[in-house]
């Protein structure tokens, strides 16, 4: 399914289309990563090791060459870790540097920002912005970044984690799943110069997801790997679409783009468009 089609005719209804990957297959992509790397391993092992030995070269290398500054292998390994566990969550950076205190000897603020910013010039960690439409009062509006990585496996090798650990505890999973929708809708994209971003309220009415595009048109997505959470994910798409729609109303001026697409990415087998428009697409089965 062509995320350029979707776009172009947002009324396409989506019927019968099957996902390639099993539950099983999702999880070990997800540890395996995206490298290119990786297609060359001839066992799974092999093809699993790659993610971690750019981790070890991370840790002990190139954290420090990035920027000429000499860094601690065993704090960096800390600050991922810390990372990963946050990993898809509006963790705060406070709460993060408590995390990485218990296990190192001290981790001031401005140690760990130049930890992070290091690792952000190396494109390991890649947080999401928050989207601030002004559908509520400002206040209402969580602004904090959602952290993320630019590969799940990653995450997934700084836990020291494996496929078949995350088959057995698929509620951590469902963390690793977004960050791989978030990476395959960042490449997917990319010939519309897209961006992401997240919206979040006090309220708790949220969207994993707001892909945007440069001219303008938006998605509003949410992750859900299986099919149980589809009804209150739609929900919460619905409900942001309204909000959108009842500012407009009162908008004697410059009217707010409604959003193009409400897509639910899932981990599930079947694509389709569900009555009230919103569109059900298993990961595997998106493409430019």
Sequence with gaps: ISLTELFNNPDLVIDGKTSKLDIKQLIFASCRGGWPASLLGTTSRAKLLVAKNYLQSVCSSDISTVDGVDRNEKLAREILRTYARNISTLAKKSKMIQDVALTTESCTEPTFDSYVSALEKLF???????????????TAIRR???????????????LGLSPELLQMDLKTYGFIFECMAMRDLRAYSQSSYGSISYYHDRYDLEADAVLHLDDGRYALIEFKLGGAEIDMGAKHLLEIRELVRKKNEKETQIKMREPDLLLIITGGPIAYTRPDGVKIIPLACLKN
């Design 124 to 138: 390991v960690i890649q947080d999401i912005d928050s989207w601030s439409p002004a559908v509520r009062s400002a």
């Design 144 to 158: 904090g970044k959602k952290r993320g990585f630019t590969d799940p496996s990653i995450a997934v090798a700084a």
